[in-house]
């Protein structure tokens, strides 16, 4: 029986570790290797094998994402991508229809707008914040209400508990993206998503040197989930599900600094002439719920802004800076800006990009973890 822990960063450290320390490691080791010895198994998904997400790598990193996330069962997988794929294709079929909240990662946003249609799954996009709009767009064959909990490029929190509240009244599965809040900061679970979805590339990896995903939720649906992953084949490799496993352990240290190196940030921007909008929910205002804000325990390191020189204000901007490099993806310790026009978002229309909110001159910076007055000074410096 695996051992339980309440604390969060002990969950990190000590949650789903093997029983037996092999011949005496403190560290899992990685098994480089594609297939085990047969041992009388009588189901294919019960044979040992890479692309089964079953050796000792893999199952080590269930149990403490399961842990760290509150759920059953938790399956990790070769990319984000893999999981939200891999999620949805179970959940759908040709015929079903699904919601998703309407400013959603650029790669989830192209997989509905340019697969679903020739696999017969239909969707409808939602404004995640205004509940009363939900209901008009469902259809008998609605099944599956997709959100982000903390939405990119623009921070928002939609209204996640009404979320939970539709999805259980008109029995839907919830699913959501839970990359940008962490576990550390937000327990979607525990408030009742049926599902977690996680890009383990950013915060939980944290090193900006893997790509990988999990899905978290109930024994059955993360059963079903890896039946379809072996046919999808998005499995993680085992020294990637090492890097993962490592970088796991220092996830609440981690996010705990991004947290506060981000509002240190956000509050430096707000008081900055030369910045006409910043977008950091732990700023506050307006466009957030409040009751759905204080599910949350902190905000985490990504943050946007505009300055009001536009765009052009926006490239010379980024030439400036000296410390903070520009690069898309996030959640690594290292501070990365990047303009979402032209990276994350690219592949929405100008139209649907404007009017969602992302303007050329958006800027996106995720925070890393710094010395923060370092981080203050190359803005600073930048901005003059
Ligand atoms: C990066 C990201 C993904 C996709 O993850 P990959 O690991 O790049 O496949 C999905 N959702 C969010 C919110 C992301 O930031």
Redesign the pocket.
Known sequence: MAREFENLDTKAIHAGELEENIEGAITLPIFQSSTFLYSGQSRYEDLKYIRLNNTPNHIVLHGKLAALEGGEAALVTA???AA?TGTLLTLLSAGDHLLAQDCL?G??HDLLTTDFDSWGIEYDFIDSSNPSSWEEKLKPRTKVILV?GIS?PLMKIGDLLSVVEFAREHGLVSLI?N??ATPVNFNPLKHGFDLVLH?C??YLNGHSDI???AVVGTRSHIRRINRKLLHLGGSLDPHACFLLHRGLKTLGVRVRQHNRNALAVARFLHDQPAVSVINYPGLGGLTHNARNLELFRGFGGMLSFELAGGAEAAREFVSRLKLIQEAPS?GGVETLITRPATTSHSGLSEEDRLELGIGDGLLRLTVGIEGVQDLIDDISQALC
Request: hydrophobic share 30%; glycine share 16%; no cysteine.
């Open positions: 990319s984000g991508m939200i990662y790669g989830t982000e990119n993206d990359t940008f890009s590339t950013k790509v990988a995903g996030l």
